[in-house]
């Protein structure tokens, strides 16, 4: 434990070893139960998103613009349950409630590099999207594989440069004794109510970083759709105009299900601090958990495509068993 004392109030100053993530406050005896759940969940999550980035990879028709972008969905969002799962059952499952300062720091830098990427991906989904309708004829010569390639790199080095500071910046702070977390992941919310030291360049910093992604990417997915309602007005046909929309459905589910719990647990962070703990760790897990699951099983649905490669690669799978 590095330590030193402040000689201005004789106070000691020190970075943890550990720091002790709560879990779910006053239900301790129920961990095992409240395991099975999350199990199921990280469960669904694999199999789901996994599957669809296989299919995507072996099917020659798959090899489209938007099946790309839906592989980059279903990758990121592997990548924030991968960064979570080693302490939330490790929690559940085995009691380990403690996590090493270094392995806070960097659990909290790749789920949220995830989860930035995560947006980003969605708003390059809605451009996808409004170019399939808007100029369907040119659709694979303006989103070329490179073209595809290059978006993807930005979107993952956006996320990574604005992590990097916040990463920094906290590693330079003194905790002053204080190392127990409210959730069962490391959050960069939560780290910053601990030190003992002037915490508004990180609040800055992080005012600007959810402003310049989750912000700017939202208003852009808006301006997309209400281009693409634009463009589908435009449509003379009836069933022409429903056909351009239903292409649609998956990626606003999409957006949905990412945007609402993120807004609902801000709402409640910022108005709601007198409700109890276990309601804001639900909402918590309802933000990390929920995309990731529903995706899955909204595009599996809705997308023909790839119901009908799943039904082509089941019995093969069964044939070589």
Same mark, same amino acid.
């Given at each position: 434990?590095?330590?030193?004392?402040?000689?201005?109030?004789?106070?000691?100053?020190?970075?943890?070893?550990?720091?002790?993530?709560?879990?779910?406050?006053?239900?301790?005896?129920?961990?095992?139960?409240?395991?099975?759940?999350?199990?199921?969940?990280?469960?669904?999550?694999?199999?789901? @998103?996994?599957?669809?980035?296989?299919?995507?990879?072996?099917?020659?028709?798959?090899?489209?613009?938007?099946?790309?972008?839906?592989?980059?969905?279903?990758?990121?969002?592997?990548?924030?349950?991968?960064?979570?799962?080693?302490?939330?059952?490790?929690?559940?499952?085995?009691?380990?409630?403690?996590?090493?300062?270094?392995?806070?720091?960097?659990?909290?830098?790749?789920?949220?590099?995830?989860?930035?990427?995560?947006?980003?991906?969605?708003?390059?989904?809605?451009?996808?999207?409004?170019?399939?309708?808007?100029?369907?004829?040119?659709?694979?010569?303006?989103?070329?594989?490179?073209?595809?390639?290059?978006?993807?790199?930005?979107?993952?080095?956006?996320?990574?440069?604005?992590?990097?500071? $916040?990463?920094?910046?906290?590693?330079?702070?003194?905790?002053?004794?204080? @190392?127990?977390?409210?959730?069962?992941?490391?959050?960069?919310?939560? $780290?910053?109510?601990?030190?003992?030291?002037?915490?508004?360049?990180?609040?800055?910093?992080?005012?600007?970083?959810?402003?310049?992604?989750?912000?700017?990417?939202? $208003?852009?997915?808006?301006?997309?759709?209400?281009?693409?309602?634009?463009?589908?007005?435009?449509?003379?046909?009836?069933?022409?105009?429903?056909?351009?929309?239903?292409?649609?459905?998956?990626?606003?589910?999409?957006?949905?299900?990412?945007?609402?719990?993120?807004?609902?647990?801000?709402?409640?962070?910022?108005?709601?601090?007198?409700?109890?703990?276990?309601?804001?760790?639900?909402?918590? @897990?309802?933000? $990390?958990?929920?995309?990731?699951?529903? @995706?899955?099983?909204?595009?599996?649905?809705?997308?023909?495509?790839?119901?009908?490669?799943?039904?082509?690669?089941?019995?093969?799978?069964?044939?070589?068993?």
């Amino acid at each position: 434990m590095k330590s030193h004392r402040n000689i201005s109030n004789g106070s000691i100053e020190f970075t943890p070893a550990t720091f002790t993530l709560v879990g779910i406050p006053g239900l301790e005896e129920d961990y095992i139960w409240i395991s099975i759940p999350f199990c199921l969940m990280y469960i669904i999550i694999f199999i789901g @998103n996994g599957l669809i980035l296989h299919i995507i990879r072996i099917d020659p028709a798959m090899h489209q613009p938007m099946y790309f972008f839906l592989a980059m969905l279903a990758f990121v969002e592997l990548g924030v349950s991968a960064s979570t799962m080693p302490t939330v059952l490790g929690i559940f499952l085995f009691g380990i409630r403690n996590i090493s300062f270094g392995g806070c720091l960097l659990q909290m830098f790749s789920m949220h590099s995830f989860t930035l990427m995560e947006s980003g991906v969605l708003l390059a989904m809605s451009v996808d999207r409004f170019v399939a309708i808007y100029s369907p004829l040119r659709y694979t010569t303006i989103l070329t594989t490179p073209r595809i390639t290059g978006m993807g790199a930005t979107i993952a080095l956006r996320s990574v440069v604005l992590m990097f500071p $916040l990463l920094f910046l906290l590693k330079g702070l003194p905790f002053c004794g204080h @190392n127990s977390l409210t959730h069962s992941y490391c959050l960069h919310s939560d $780290l910053i109510k601990l030190p003992c030291a002037d915490t508004r360049p990180n609040s800055i910093l992080g005012l600007f970083v959810i402003t310049s992604t989750f912000g700017l990417d939202s $208003l852009l997915i808006m301006v997309s759709y209400l281009l693409i309602l634009h463009t589908v007005l435009g449509i003379a046909s009836g069933a022409g105009r429903w056909k351009a929309l239903n292409t649609c459905v998956s990626h606003i589910c999409a957006v949905l299900v990412y945007y609402v719990p993120m807004i609902s647990l801000s709402l409640l962070h910022r108005f709601g601090r007198h409700l109890s703990p276990l309601l804001q760790t639900v909402m918590a @897990n309802a933000y $990390l958990f929920f995309p990731p699951v529903v @995706n899955p099983i909204v595009y599996s649905i809705k997308t023909k495509e790839i119901r009908n490669s799943i039904v082509r690669i089941l019995p093969r799978k069964r044939g070589e068993v």
